[in-house]
């Protein structure tokens, strides 16, 4: 039976080390999601709808970064699909920083039209 590509024992170590600690921040996230999503359905009347939409963001960041430990974990748990399993990991860190992404461009572009119309508004003031 012939395998594929197979990282060391050290290597394995390191990807174990990552997918340990990327699961751990994964279902904290997760845990933080949900606390905050909640707190903000509690604060509905008063303004909770960025909290619920905060909440609901870290969820999903904490969900995909637990994907990608999952798939890191494979990596070190099977034998003949390193490779594999690396792209899929990589697959799920590439989902995990693109919303990441679009998620910093949305709030950048908030950020300065609110700063746009503070400096409409203060100079349209007497």
């Known amino acids: 039976m012939e395998f594929g590509y197979e990282f060391s024992s050290s290597q394995n170590e390191l990807i174990k080390q990552l997918a340990d600690k990327m699961r751990f921040v994964g ?4 845990g933080v999601g949900v606390l905050t999503a909640i707190g903000g359905l509690l604060a509905l009347r008063n303004g909770g709808v960025g909290s619920i939409i905060s909440g609901v963001v870290q ?5 995909w970064t637990s994907k990608a430990a ?3 974990k ?5 034998q003949g699909n390193d490779i594999e ?7 799920e860190l590439r989902k995990l920083y693109a ?3 679009w998620a910093l461009i949305i709030a950048i572009v908030f950020a300065v039209i609110g700063l746009i119309l503070g400096l409409v508004l203060s100079a349209s003031l007497p």
């Open 85 to 91: 399993n690396l792209m899929g990991a990589l697959g």
């Open 59 to 63: 969820v999903i960041i904490g969900v």
């Open 27 to 30: 279902y904290f996230l997760i």
């Open 70 to 72: 999952s798939a890191f």
């Open 99 to 101: 919303l990441q992404y």
């Open 74 to 78: 494979l990596i070190v748990e099977t």
